[in-house]
């Protein structure tokens, strides 16, 4: 199973949790997350691709109740 905490850069990227059979398979979903805000890192890992995401929250709501 691939580690699901990896750091690139020294940026925390998150696996998604996805063993896809090549890039081809990888890329459809590595483009959403890419219009979703999310940074994105492939790695090769036992013949299977594997994507890390991260974003980075630039701003919050506060619920005052």
Same mark, same amino acid.
């Given at each position: 199973?691939?580690?699901?905490?990896?750091?690139?850069?020294? *940026?925390?990227?998150?696996?998604?949790?996805?063993? =896809?059979?090549?890039?081809?398979?990888?890329?459809? /979903?590595? *483009?959403? =997350?890419?219009?979703?805000?999310?940074? /994105?890192?492939?790695?090769?890992?036992?013949?299977?691709?594997?994507? =890390?995401?991260?974003?980075?929250?630039?701003?919050?709501?506060?619920?005052?109740?």
């Amino acid at each position: 199973m691939a580690e699901k905490i990896r750091f690139f850069d020294g *940026k925390k990227f998150l696996w998604d949790g996805e063993e =896809y059979d090549g890039k081809e398979k990888a890329g459809p /979903v590595e *483009k959403k =997350y890419i219009e979703n805000g999310f940074e /994105v890192q492939i790695c090769s890992e036992n013949e299977k691709v594997l994507l =890390y995401t991260r974003r980075v929250v630039t701003e919050a709501e506060v619920d005052q109740n």
